[in-house]
């Protein structure tokens, strides 16, 4: 696997190149889900020990020195978990972005443990660098300007599963939970699991039927060229998503390109798939957005927690 130790904003055209093959190594790799967050708790040991760690970063504190990575077994020593890491060099953080994937020594002295030749070896999908729907990454001349909470989410068409022609306009006066998927993603920790936390939020929005009828959840396919109305049906019933409800629907990629940015949806084929993050916009009923789950959130947000923000946004929230 490349490696790589500065920050996508600063990669090398040649480099570029090269990021699809890596970036087609991402994904389906994270560590078990750790159940705590345990500080770092060094081993007593008589001579230094080196242990090689792999993991996820999950968030950076440069001036602490700290990195807190979930890793995944450290065979000797601990099993996956989701912990900090101090770090000799606090240089070392400067360049690192959540979601990262990383390679690094730590040592466990006495009464000391420390993470050393830290290694990005799977960069996260950060939203300077556009994956082409036709393959092959575009590279953005700045960081795109991700929409504020509070901002009008431009408008765009889609297709449903029913066939039916629909604009994200039409649908204002509903709350909106919007993310997007394709059908055929083998990875458990992208869309199947949105599909999953979809299935719970449609649950709980279903429990009053005034509330069904204020609410609707939208899953977008990314994947026009097989993922035809017929097929999201067919994946509709198997999830068992009932319309209007929960929604799923199908845009072209001219037409996801009005929203993908200010979302920062990214999405791109590879030959065995289409590497994508996973976003969710819930969309107030006057069409501005009102919260945006991305980058490592976007695999830990609760069915609960959306529900929180969508029932907030209801005109009568006790509903
Ligand atoms: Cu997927």
Same mark, same amino acid.
């Given at each position: 696997?490349?490696?790589?130790?500065?920050?996508?904003?600063?990669?090398?055209?040649?480099?570029?190149?090269?990021?699809?093959?890596?970036?087609?190594?991402?994904?389906?790799?994270?560590?078990?889900?750790?159940?705590?967050?345990?500080?770092?708790?060094?081993?007593?040991?008589?001579?230094?020990?080196?242990?090689?760690?792999?993991?996820?970063?999950?968030?950076?504190?440069?001036?602490?020195?700290?990195?807190?990575?979930?890793?995944?077994? @450290?065979? +000797? !020593?601990? %099993?996956?978990?989701? *912990?900090?890491?101090?770090?000799?060099?606090?240089?070392? #953080?400067?360049? &690192?972005?959540?979601?990262?994937?990383?390679?690094?020594?730590?040592?466990?002295?006495?009464?000391?443990?420390?993470?050393?030749?830290?290694?990005?070896?799977?960069?996260?999908?950060?939203?300077?660098?556009?994956?082409?729907?036709?393959?092959?990454?575009?590279?953005?001349?700045?960081?795109?300007?991700?929409?504020? @909470?509070? +901002? !009008?989410? %431009?408008?765009?068409? *889609?297709?449903?599963?029913?066939?039916?022609?629909?604009? #994200?306009?039409? &649908?204002?006066?509903?709350?909106?939970?919007?993310?997007?998927?394709?059908?055929?993603?083998?990875?458990?920790?992208?869309?199947?699991?949105?599909?999953?936390?979809?299935?719970?939020?449609?649950?709980?929005?279903?429990?009053?039927?005034?509330?069904?009828?204020?609410?609707?959840?939208?899953?977008?396919?990314?994947?026009?060229?097989?993922?035809? %109305?017929?097929?999201?049906?067919?994946?509709?019933?198997?999830?068992?998503?009932?319309?209007?409800?929960?929604?799923?629907?199908?845009?072209?990629?001219?037409?996801?390109?009005?929203?993908?940015?200010?979302?920062?949806?990214?999405?791109?084929?590879?030959?065995?798939?289409?590497?994508?993050?996973?976003?969710?916009?819930?969309?107030?009923?006057?069409?501005?957005?009102?919260?945006?789950?991305?980058?490592?959130?976007?695999?830990?947000?609760?069915?609960?927690?959306?529900?929180?923000?969508?029932?907030?946004?209801?005109?009568?929230?006790?509903?």
């Amino acid at each position: 696997m490349l490696a790589r130790t500065i920050a996508f904003e600063r990669v090398c055209p040649s480099v570029l190149l090269m990021s699809l093959f890596v970036l087609s190594g991402c994904g389906g790799k994270e560590a078990a889900a750790p159940s705590q967050v345990s500080p770092s708790r060094p081993v007593a040991l008589a001579e230094p020990k080196v242990y090689a760690m792999k993991g996820v970063v999950r968030s950076i504190e440069v001036s602490e020195g700290l990195v807190t990575i979930r890793h995944e077994e @450290i065979p +000797g !020593l601990m %099993p996956a978990m989701t *912990m900090p890491f101090g770090v000799a060099d606090k240089a070392m #953080l400067e360049d &690192l972005e959540p979601g990262d994937e990383v390679e690094g020594k730590l040592t466990i002295g006495k009464g000391s443990s420390l993470l050393t030749e830290l290694t990005v070896t799977c960069p996260a999908l950060v939203p300077t660098l556009s994956l082409s729907p036709k393959g092959g990454l575009t590279r953005l001349d700045s960081k795109p300007k991700a929409l504020t @909470i509070g +901002g !009008l989410v %431009p408008d765009f068409a *889609m297709t449903t599963q029913e066939g039916k022609e629909i604009k #994200l306009s039409e &649908l204002r006066g509903q709350v909106i939970v919007l993310t997007f998927i394709y059908t055929r993603c083998p990875l458990p920790e992208f869309c199947p699991l949105l599909d999953k936390k979809f299935r719970e939020l449609a649950e709980i929005e279903g429990r009053s039927a005034d509330r069904a009828k204020a609410v609707r959840l939208l899953s977008i396919s990314f994947d026009p060229e097989h993922d035809t %109305p017929t097929i999201l049906a067919q994946h509709a019933k198997i999830q068992g998503a009932k319309p209007p409800l929960w929604t799923f629907a199908v845009a072209s990629h001219d037409e996801l390109s009005k929203v993908a940015t200010c979302l920062g949806l990214m999405y791109g084929p590879t030959p065995n798939e289409i590497m994508h993050n996973r976003v969710v916009a819930v969309i107030a009923a006057d069409g501005k957005l009102a919260r945006l789950i991305t980058g490592p959130e976007g695999g830990t947000w609760t069915a609960v927690d959306v529900s929180k923000t969508v029932r907030s946004l209801l005109p009568n929230p006790s509903k």
